[in-house]
């Protein structure tokens, strides 16, 4: 359920800690590529979090703006909520 998804985040190492910058953009702004590159690592995580779909089912249901959420960035949720939207 989505209100134990913050709970089984901390507990699986995911973002909590020294690794949450790579997750979420830096509040100075980032190069294209560099933004590339530290979506790259986020999603790394993400593919190896055992509640990356909770986690991701979490930010579609708030409609987290920032940063990468069970292995997808913001674009890729907007995308996902939607063509949630559509059907």
Same mark, same amino acid.
């Given at each position: ?8 985040? $901390? ?7 020294? @690794? ?7 509040? @100075? ?10 979506? +790259?690592? +986020?999603?790394?995580?993400?593919? @190896? ?25 913001? $674009?890729?949720?907007? @995308?996902?909520?939607? $063509?949630?939207?559509?059907?």
């Amino acid at each position: 359920d989505s209100n134990n998804v913050g709970n089984d985040m $901390a507990t699986s190492g995911c973002v909590p800690g020294p @690794q949450s910058r790579t997750f979420f953009p830096p509040p @100075q702004g980032e190069r294209r590529h560099e933004r590339a590159e530290r979506e +790259a690592r +986020a999603k790394e995580i993400c593919g @190896q979090c055992s509640v990356m779909s909770d986690c991701l089912d979490y930010a579609v249901s708030i409609r987290e703006r920032h940063g990468v959420w069970g292995g997808l960035s913001e $674009a890729e949720r907007r @995308q996902v909520i939607k $063509a949630n939207e559509i059907r």
